[in-house]
């Protein structure tokens, strides 16, 4: 991640549990719903504040990374009664081995990152075959103009997130992932809910 962006989530953190928890508890709970039954080792990348933290099942192994140390303080203390690990580290240099993690969970983390393709190409490295990406976030639809919200990237990308980004162009960098299901989420369609699969 860019170092204005780690530098703007330093100050965000204090205020980013009251833009989007409930704004988004709903989809990330059925987005975390898709998590495997038997015990499992879970990457969640770009944990930020840890808003996921209590709305997953215990019986997994957890390592949340975040660049930024405040978002992971404010983490820290929603990790109770959870096996969960927390490192402060880079989504586009993940700090793991091939192949040592069963399922990976992406929320609101490959639309902020200045290269998403890179991200998800680091997460697909650390999956062993057949293991399975969690998405939720904001894209654009392959043609789809919108305009303002292209204008809108450059900026707001330096300080928080993109609003440019296309699944479809991402995912097609990525050649060892398949597409499970994508489903509109929130604001008519611009966050999904994707899932995606490592080739075996």
Known sequence: MSQPLQTSYR???????AFLDRATRAVRRRSLERLPDEPARVFLGGVGTGLDLPLLPAHHHYVGLDI?????AKA??????????????DSLALP????????????????????????LAETARILK??????????????????PL??????????IATRTDVVF?????????????????????????LIELEKSP
């Open 76 to 89: 820290r203390p929603r990790c109770a009664g959870l096996d969960v690990a927390l490192v402060q580290g």
């Open 149 to 158: 919200r292209r204008l809108a990237s450059p900026l707001v990308g330096r």
């Open 168 to 192: 479809e162009d991402v995912l097609a960098a990525v050649p060892d992932l398949a597409l499970r299901t994508d489903q509109p989420a929130l604001a008519g369609g611009w966050f999904r």
């Open 129 to 146: 075959p057949g293991g399975r990406i969690l998405l939720f976030d904001k894209f654009l639809r392959p043609g789809q103009r919108a």
């Open 68 to 72: 930024t140390a405040a978002m992971l």
């Open 11 to 17: 100050f965000i953190a204090p205020f980013y549990d």
């Open 96 to 119: 793991f081995a091939d192949a040592s993690f069963d399922c990976a969970v992406l929320h609101l983390i490959l639309a902020v990152v200045p290269q998403p393709e890179r991200c």
